[in-house]
Each structure stands twice: as C-alpha cells, then as structure tokens.
T-cell receptor, first 111, second 111 residues
Framework: NAGVTQTPKFQVLKTGQSMTLQCAQD?????MSWYRQDPGMGLRLIHY???????DQGEVPNGYNVSRSTTEDFPLRLLSAAPSQTSVYFC??????????FGPGTRLTVT | GEDVEQSLFLSVREGDSSVINCTYT??????LYWYKQEPGAGLQLLTY?????DMKQDQRLTVLLNKKDKHLSLRIADTQTGDSAIYFC???????????FGKGTMLLVSP
C-alpha cells in the first residue's frame, strides 16, 4: 500500500489563481480530512469527509472547496488564492474512528 | 468548545528523560494521540491512549493520562538527538473522525 499520497509537494501561486491539491489513499478508508499547518498554530481542520458523497466543514473552511466522488480521492480546491492561504496542507485518512494516517504534505506559497 | 494546550518548547540533554505535557478540555475525548513531526516532514503517529486507560508504555515512550485533570503527558526515556522534533498532542472526541491538535512542543536535544 502507498498509504496517503499528496500532490504536488510544493506549489507557488499568484494571488487570485486557482488550483487543486490532490489527496489519495489506497487503504479503503472511509474518513478523509484536510488540515493546514501554520507556524505556532498547530494543525487546523479545513474540511472532512465521512464517505463518498459526504463532506463537511471544519474549523477554517473559508476559501476552500472539497468533493468526495470516490472513496480513494479527496481533492482540496482553492478557488481564488490569497496570501493568507500560504501554509502546509496535510491530508489524512482513517478507517472508522481508528488512528489517522497523514500524507507527506503540500507546501503552498501564495504571492 | 474543544481546546488542546501544550507548552511550546522543551530543551534537554542527550540521555536525560523528556516530559512533554498537554491539557485538553473536552471530557468526551475517546482517544488521545501523540504525533512527532521532524523538520520538513509529515506527522508520524508515535502512540495513543484510550480514555479508559491511565498509562501506556511502548519501549522508550510512556504516556500518562489523568482524566480528572484532563492532563496527558509523554515521557521519552534516554532522549537522543534524533528525538529532536515537534511533538503534537491531539484528541478525538466521541463519534468524530477528526482530531483537534495542540500547537505543538518543540523538543531540542543537545549532546
């Protein structure tokens, strides 16, 4: 199993551009989540999904969209990037309420 | 609301024991986790404890849970320079698949 994979690893965007951060898992996990990590802030939940077709907002959802059309994939879309979205983004998955597995992260810079 | 607090920094000498502390506010927490993050890397699950346990030991790691005080600690015995990293405490509340993280404790181990 590859576990949780994220692409790209690094990305630089200009303000106003849009992009999609990809996340995929091959463990048949129901639950998937997106977190952002900022210095001194820990990890904060953006959006999560408890299964295909079901998504919900986390603590900091503004400026981000998600969809879950398959069990394996959970992309995060930035519709109009802002400098405040400069961060490291982590995707995680879990089977039920068991431990969460994290991807390696995507480092995003918005200029 | 949910809140997880950690001290921000701990410095120890190689060979000493390290104790990283965490407090949480949600009494319905079911699992409490310790994650390790090395520079530029993702989150690695170190250990976790179920809320009906007081202690869990795993090689050099000892987790103590005081439910009455909502206090969690991670003790690392014989700390090595390779243990230098940021350590995150996280809680999962009953019925939820997502985690609430503390801001992280940076552990610096000097030779």
């Amino acid at each position: 199993n590859a576990g949780v994979t994220q692409t790209p690893k690094f990305q630089v965007l200009k303000t106003g551009q849009s992009m999609t951060l990809q996340c995929a898992q091959d463990m048949n996990h129901e639950y998937m989540s997106w977190y952002r990590q900022d210095p001194g802030m820990g990890l904060r939940l953006i959006h999560y999904s408890v299964g295909a077709g079901i998504t919900d907002q986390g603590e900091v959802p503004n400026g981000y969209n998600v969809s879950r059309s398959t069990t394996e994939d959970f992309p995060l879309r930035l519709l109009s990037a802002a400098p405040s979205q400069t961060s490291v983004y982590f995707c995680a998955s879990s089977l039920g309420t068991s431990e969460q597995y994290f991807g390696p992260g995507t480092r995003l810079t918005v200029t | 609301g949910e809140d997880v607090e950690q001290s921000l920094f701990l410095s120890v000498r190689e060979g000493d024991s390290s104790v990283i502390n965490c407090t949480y506010t949600d009494s319905s927490s079911t699992y409490l986790y310790w994650y390790k993050q090395e520079p530029g890397a993702g989150l690695q699950l170190l250990t976790y404890i179920f809320s009906n346990m007081d202690m869990k030991q795993d090689q050099r790691l000892t987790v103590l849970l005081n439910k009455k005080d909502k206090h969690l600690s991670l003790r690392i015995a014989d700390t090595q320079t390779g243990d230098s990293a940021i350590y995150f405490c996280a809680e999962r509340t009953s019925g939820y698949s997502t985690l609430t993280f503390g801001k992280g404790t940076m552990l610096l181990v000097s030779p």
